[in-house]
């Protein structure tokens, strides 16, 4: 198996691990643990899509900079706020 060669792709092949990661959480049945993690993998995908070189974005650009980081913020916080602001439910 090869890796990508563009240090973006590579952000995104990170980040799908790390969704993927989340989404094991939400079917284990951490749903607040599952949710944080695929949130905070957006905030830190945006960080990377800032950082990168545009030259080395690979599959990590898919519109202009700032939408994709202003996208990944706000899909990121708003899942992470989600995670910490419902309240726990009562067991039945």
Known sequence: MR???SRGSQ??????????AGLVLLALGSWR????VVGGSFVVGAFARLVVPVEHTGMLRVRGKI??????????VSLVLLALVIPDQPSR
């Open 33 to 36: 643990s599952g949710v944080a």
């Open 11 to 20: 952000f995104y092949l990170v980040q799908l691990v790390v969704v993927a």
């Open 67 to 76: 939408f994709d980081m202003m996208w990944m913020i706000l899909l990121g």
């Open 3 to 5: 890796l990508p060669r």
